[in-house]
Nanobody
Framework: QVQLVESGGGLVQPGGSLRLSCAAS????????MGWYRQAPGKERELVAT???????NYADSVKGRFTISRDNAKNTVYLQMNSLKSEDTADYYC?????????WGQGTQVTVSS
């Protein structure tokens, strides 16, 4: 079993920054990929960024150059550094962990970008 706990969300002004964290516990392997997704009100959940055990990353076009995903395998934690935030980044952000048999999700953390 795997548990994921996100933190770091909040209210930030446009142009500001936030760093989200996702702490994983349980049967975690550093080989398996982790990622961040987001869901805005009335919209479907969408990919933000993913990272493998190494340095291979993938980003949605809408966040390239502004967001950075990273991973500390010793701490079983994945981070999402979000810079130059825009109002359209407002959403609930979720991390996931893909094991060999299923995908686990955290409970989400809310990010609101507003002046």
């Amino acid at each position: 079993q795997v548990q994921l706990v996100e933190s770091g969300g909040g209210l930030v002004q446009p142009g500001g920054s936030l760093r989200l964290s996702c702490a994983a516990s349980g049967s975690i392997s550093s080989i398996n990929p982790m990622g961040w997704y987001r869901q805005a009100p009335g919209k479907e959940r969408e990919l933000v960024a993913t990272i493998t055990s190494g340095t291979s990353t993938n980003y949605a076009d809408s966040v390239k150059g502004r967001f950075t995903i990273s991973r500390d395998n010793a701490k079983n934690t994945v981070y999402l550094q979000m810079n130059s935030l825009k109002s359209e980044d407002t959403a609930d952000y979720y991390c996931d962990y893909k094991s060999w048999v299923r995908t686990y999700w955290g409970q989400g953390t809310q990010v609101t970008v507003s002046s």
